[in-house]
């Protein structure tokens, strides 16, 4: 009950922080749907028929980072079981889309030494620098702030092992293309790791934009010009499910 009111006020705490759009939609852009009457806490920008969320912005003072360092997320989020859950390996190469702050990729940093490295990519500079802080007070040296661009992650092709999104797909202002690019930087085989608030369950305590259903992620991720192949949905987490797919390995020619 507790955890619940907590969840309850965190999630409309959580509304200040909300980016404006930076590129708004364009009417003739056919992927999208632009609709005057929506939910507020969307960008009134439709793709496959799901409104798209408000960016969570750093905040004034930084109270947006600050909400995803909270403590209480370790027992609302179980956060060291999604990393568990995620069967990370050393040597491999993570790529941490929509890093935040960095809290999830400090807490995989360690599990892939020796040799391997979280990417750690974000589009707001203020994150990546309190990344940076943070990482460096922790003494994680294989941690790498990336800055990305709002279609575009920055990664090389079939360089990342698992990239994985936690709380951010959700968000994403171009959806299609974030993913066209994700889909290219990952190996044959590589996965891909959705982690969203799951929609299905209403009493997840957060804005209905900002959960997803599993088959609305799965029909977002299945369209054929990504190569990716749903492999299993892992429901294990209090609020979130982590829906995983793999890079199909090209065909022969
Ligand atoms: C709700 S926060 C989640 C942060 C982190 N994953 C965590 O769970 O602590 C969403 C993050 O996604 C980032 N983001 C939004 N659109 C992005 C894009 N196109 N590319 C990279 N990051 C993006 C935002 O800047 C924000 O830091």
């Given at each position: 009950m507790f955890t619940r009111h907590v969840g309850l006020l965190i999630a409309l705490?959580?509304?200040?922080?909300?980016?404006?759009?930076?590129?708004?939609?364009?009417?003739?852009?056919?992927?999208?749907?632009?609709?005057?009457?929506?939910?507020?806490?969307g960008i009134g920008k439709f793709y496959l028929g799901r409104e798209i969320a408000h960016v969570m912005g750093f905040g004034p003072?930084?109270?947006?980072?600050?909400?995803?360092?909270?403590?209480?997320?370790e027992k609302e989020e179980k956060l060291t079981l999604l990393i568990k859950s995620l069967d990370l390996k050393p040597g491999m190469v993570v790529a941490d889309i929509g890093a935040g702050s960095g809290v999830i990729s400090v807490l995989m940093a360690e599990k892939i030494l020796p040799g391997g490295k979280v990417l750690a990519v974000d589009v707001q500079q203020e994150m990546l620098d309190r990344l940076r802080e943070n990482t460096k007070k922790l003494k994680i040296t294989n941690v790498e702030p990336v800055k990305g661009t709002q279609k575009t992650t920055a990664l090389k092709p079939e360089s990342v092992d698992l990239v994985i999104m936690?709380?951010?797909?959700?968000?994403?202002?171009?959806?299609?293309?974030?993913?066209?690019?994700?889909?290219?930087?990952?190996?044959p085989g590589g996965r891909i790791?959705?982690?969203?608030?799951?929609?299905?369950?209403?009493?997840?305590?957060?804005?209905?934009?900002?959960?997803?259903?599993?088959?609305?992620?799965k029909k977002e991720a299945s369209l054929p010009e990504f190569g990716?192949?749903?492999?299993?949905?892992?429901?294990?987490?209090?609020?979130?499910?982590?829906v995983l797919f793999e890079k199909r390995p090209k065909p022969d020619r």
């Open positions: 705490l959580s509304m200040p922080f909300a980016l404006r759009a930076d590129e708004p939609a364009k009417p003739g852009d056919s992927r999208y749907e632009i609709r005057k009457d929506h939910d507020p806490n003072g930084g109270q947006g980072a600050e909400w995803l360092e909270r403590a209480v997320r936690v709380d951010v797909y959700h968000e994403l202002e171009f959806p299609y293309e974030m993913l066209l690019d994700i889909s290219k930087s990952l190996k790791a959705f982690v969203e608030y799951r929609k299905e369950d209403p009493d997840v305590p957060i804005k209905l934009v900002h959960k997803m259903t599993e088959e609305q992620v990716l192949k749903w492999t299993k949905t892992i429901g294990v987490l209090p609020w979130q499910h982590i």
